[in-house]
């Protein structure tokens, strides 16, 4: 959705504000939302954290811009234990009235010690995975020019507004994982083929953009398109549009050239390649070995699942193939 | 806890704020319906708090100082690399390392919440969650790197990793000068949180 949580890109929100030594939380109110949070407290349990980011991008926008994050965090879980129907709000606004009326107000405890270790051995050394093995063979390879989908659901969405709708270079496959856009609706996983797409600075912000510079993201396959466009100048394309707003504006004339010829420039640079290793690319399509997950090994299928067993070898794989020239 | 904070703080408690009194209220409820094992919020929160935390990654960093192969394995598979020094966990199911270099620097962002590699990073900073951060970062990376105090030239590529997946990102900063006679545990006293974010150089 369109809301004011996809922020990449916006102008306005002022520097950087860092402080030192920062405790890692501020507040023991923090610290309780965090765990309530992350435990699902008092909710059904859920798969990953798709359904949960959506509640916060459904906030109010205003509420969402003056809040602070762990007040988000509050803010969310408050309205998936409404929207469940485990609280209800009159009975949360009656106990903040008790508590502030007598602040010494003990908080109740419920000890629970088998749920504490389990959910302990979930957190260190759980792996929410969201990998999945699907039949389907991946669209693209890598190296593969694409365009980014100008897509704007009103429902959950990983593709943000500022990389629609632009070309980009697939530089990593990582096998497929779950889809957040249906998943997050409980419309259930879809897992398809995900990417690190690279796109270039300069196509998202123009002539305005910083040098020498590209995005990374992951993005899933139907976030994308072949670019039908690759292979031909994007510079040749460019250059009448621009020589012809030259003409149509006289009083414009004298900036245009200038800043066409810088944009010729650095729409034919070429950024230097990008190596990067997938080595979730390299467990999807393997067999079902036990060898550990190192160089060149099959790693083993996630929760003893079969995997497609078409031991394409090394489909997906990046390593030692660096991209010759990417935009 | 606040629970206890508030008891020991003698007769007159600070007001809590509302954020404070919602928190309060909807735990206790919880409590009283059954649905919260009070020791469990205690031990995952005690987790991020004491055990979790950036010493992870920078001991991650050091050994790859130290150890070509485990570099190596680093790069290609970062979540069973760092499961080799027993790191892993939640946030942390699918981890890449990117290496930064003379020519390339890396740094990792998430523009549409606060994605981040708990295991070795730990909890991230607020200002790594904040609105100027998520918004600027891939707009103009080298003005806020500048901010913090890192000024890299224009033939310095820079590459700025969206988190936008379940896949999650860590920097490999580069070796500092002159650190060649120093130890694993030396070296890695020397990372830093914000140079395995790829705000900070050592």
Redesign the interface.
């Known amino acids: 959705m369109n809301s004011v ?7 306005g ?7 030192a030594d ?1 405790p ?6 923090e ?6 949070f ?2 699902r ?2 909710l059904p349990p859920a798969a ?1 954290f798709d359904a949960a ?1 959506h509640r ?1 991008e459904r906030l109010d926008p205003i509420k969402y ?1 003056s809040s ?4 988000r965090w ?1 803010a969310g ?2 309205s998936a ?1 409404i929207g469940t129907g ?2 209800s709000r009159d ?3 009656a ?2 009235a ?3 009326a007598d ?2 107000l ?8 088998a ?3 389990r ?2 051995n ?10 999945r093995q699907i039949r389907q063979k991946a669209r693209f390879a890598l190296g593969d020019k694409i365009v980014t989908r100008n897509l704007n659901p009103h429902g959950h969405t ?3 507004r ?2 629609r709708g632009k070309p980009g270079v697939i530089v ?1 496959h ?1 096998g497929a ?2 889809f ?1 856009d249906t998943n997050a609706h409980g419309l259930g996983e879809n897992p398809q083929h ?1 990417y ?1 797409v ?1 796109i270039a600075m300069r196509e ?2 123009g002539g305005d953009a ?11 396959e139907s976030y994308l398109e072949k670019d039908k466009a690759a292979g031909k100048s994007r510079v040749q394309k460019a250059m009448p549009a621009a020589k012809k707003a030259v003409a149509k504006s006289s009083a414009r004339a004298a900036k245009m050239p200038a800043r066409a010829a810088s944009s010729k420039r650095s729409l034919a640079k070429p ?2 390649s ?1 190596t ?5 690319a ?1 467990k999807s399509g393997r067999g079902t070995g036990s060898a ?4 060149g090994g099959g ?1 083993k299928s996630k929760g003893g699942r079969a995997t497609s067993g078409r031991g394409s070898t090394g489909r997906g794989r990046i ?1 030692g193939k660096p991209m010759r020239r990417s935009r | ?3 206890k ?3 020991q703080s003698g007769h007159h ?1 600070r ?31 005690e ?3 004491k ?3 950036p010493l992870n990654g920078a001991k991650v960093v050091a050994r790859a100082w130290c150890d070509p192969g485990y570099k ?2 680093l ?6 690399a760092v499961a080799e020094l027993g790191f ?7 981890l ?1 390392v ?1 290496e930064n270099t003379p ?2 620097h890396n740094v990792v962002c998430c ?4 994605c981040y590699p708990w295991p070795v990073l ?2 991230p ?3 790594y ?8 970062i ?7 790197l500048r ?2 105090g890192l000024e890299l030239p ?14 999650r990102y860590m920097v490999l900063p580069e070796r500092p000068a002159a650190t060649a006679d120093m130890s694993e545990a030396e070296l890695a006293s020397l990372v830093t949180r914000d140079s395995m974010i790829g705000v900070g150089r050592l």
């Open positions: 949580h996809d922020i990449g890109g916006m102008d929100f002022g520097p950087i504000q860092r402080e920062e890692v939380f501020h507040e023991p109110w610290s309780r939302v965090f765990g309530m992350i435990t407290a008092g990953g980011r916060l811009l602070s994050y762990y007040e509050l879980l408050e234990l485990t609280l009975e949360i606004e106990r903040m008790q508590f502030a602040p010494e003990p908080m109740p405890r419920r000890e629970d010690p749920q504490a270790e959910l302990v979930v957190f260190s050394a759980g792996r929410a995975e969201s990998q990983r593709l943000p500022y990389t990593a990582h994982h779950v957040p995900l690190t690279r998202l912000w910083e040098p020498n510079e590209s995005v990374l993201i992951d993005l899933w950024l230097p990008v990067v290793t997938s080595p979730l390299q550990p997950a190192s160089r790693a390593s | 806890m606040s629970d904070e508030s008891e408690p007001p809590l704020s509302a954020a404070a009194l919602r928190a309060k209220a909807i735990e206790s409820l919880l409590v009283e319906k059954g649905l919260l094992a009070s020791d469990a919020i205690d031990r995952v929160v987790i991020y708090e055990d979790v935390g190596r394995r790069l290609e598979d970062g979540t069973a892993g966990g939640l946030q942390g199911a699918h890449v990117v020519k390339v523009t549409l919440c606060s730990g909890l900073p607020t200002w969650k904040s609105l100027p951060y998520r918004s600027r891939v707009r103009e990376p080298r003005a806020v901010e913090f224009e033939s310095v590529e820079i590459r700025v990793w969206d988190s936008s997946a379940e896949i």
